[in-house]
């Protein structure tokens, strides 16, 4: 008599591990739509190819230090470090052409303006290196502990959760206690009356928009490390996830774009795993288009109320 097909507990945990990975990079990059939106309320859809010109940094700067003889983790963190810096650069470059001259203008135009700079970006890679894709080199440390789980849950991906998790509390300290952080946070309950009491409002977007950048470029380094190769066109589908991570779990909120691609994530993996790599993204949209039908304001969004 026949049992039936038995559960596979090691498949379903490393579906699992899979999806929370996937998910960290998501939360990393839907962090910085999150906070330009909690600030001016518009979506900047160049984001993902801050992201994609992180991990090329990245794999420059990783190319030259290893010609030059360095190895270890002090290839890593150099890499990181001029990527994060290069990215923050990008993304106060973008907030100065594509955002700050519009600012006034009705909101249509910076988010056309957005999606220019995002397809000129990608164009300027690819002129720049090339349409292939490159291999990108495994930067990250093993970590010996992890050895006998490697068929669940390897080193990179630990890393990738862990570096997420810190970059989330180190974002919400941020935000909660620093005198930037305030300013942040009065911009975003009223400009207007943020600039009355004396808040630099321009400076606290361009902040805004180097802090996001940044988060980015780490999720650049991370995953490309992670999956081993990048090329030009990496940041535009990723952006486009991880917006959706964001409107998930309720734009605006930094808890939110962490849950919103956690459970992006999940969805994509099991996904993948117990239907069809086909329609990984299918899946994903399919959950968006049902989270924005029963709460539109996402998982943990608040329903604006509008005066007439």
């Known amino acids: 008599m026949s049992s039936g097909p038995r559960f596979d507990m090691d498949y ?6 899979g999806g ?16 330009v939106y909690g600030i001016i309320e518009l979506i900047n859809f160049a984001h993902g190819e801050i992201y994609m010109i992180g991990a ?20 890593l963190i150099l890499a990181s470090v001029v990527a ?11 907030e100065k052409i594509a955002y700050k001259p519009l600012r006034q203008a009705p909101r249509l135009s910076p988010l056309i303006s957005a999606i220019g700079m995002s397809i000129f970006l990608q164009n300027y890679v690819l002129i720049a290196q090339t349409s292939d894709f490159l291999p990108f080199p495994n930067l990250l440390p093993v970590l010996p502990f992890m050895e006998p789980y490697s068929h669940i849950m390897g080193s990179t991906e630990l ?7 810190l970059a989330t509390a180190a974002l919400t300290f941020f935000i909660k206690f620093t ?34 950048s940044a988060l980015a470029a780490i999720g650049g380094v991370l995953i490309a490390s992670h999956i081993g190769r990048i090329n030009f066109s990496i940041g535009f589908i990723t952006g486009i996830k991880a917006f959706t991570a964001a409107v998930l779990g309720g ?25 069809s790599s086909d329609y990984e993204d299918v899946f994903a949209f399919c959950l968006l288009v049902l989270i924005l039908i029963f709460r539109p304001a996402g998982i943990l969004g608040r329903s604006s109320v509008q005066k007439v």
């Open 12 to 17: 379903f945990l490393e579906l699992a591990i």
């Open 20 to 35: 929370l990975t996937r998910g960290s990079i998501y939360a990393l990059i839907a962090l910085g739509y999150t906070m």
């Open 56 to 75: 090329f940094t990245a794999l420059i700067v990783a190319s030259v230090l290893t010609m030059n003889g360095m190895t270890g983790v002090s290839v």
């Open 84 to 94: 994060v810096l290069y990215a923050a650069a990008y993304g106060f470059t973008v």
């Open 159 to 165: 890393i990738i959760v862990l570096t997420t998790a």
């Open 179 to 212: 005198k930037l952080g305030k300013a942040m946070r009065a911009t975003a309950q009223d400009r207007h009356m943020a600039m009355l009491v004396g808040v630099n409002v321009n400076r606290v977007i361009s902040n805004t928009f180097i802090v996001g």
């Open 251 to 275: 734009i605006g909120s930094i808890p939110g774009a962490v849950l919103g691609g956690l459970v992006l994530g999940w969805t994509e993996s099991f996904a993948t795993g117990y239907v």
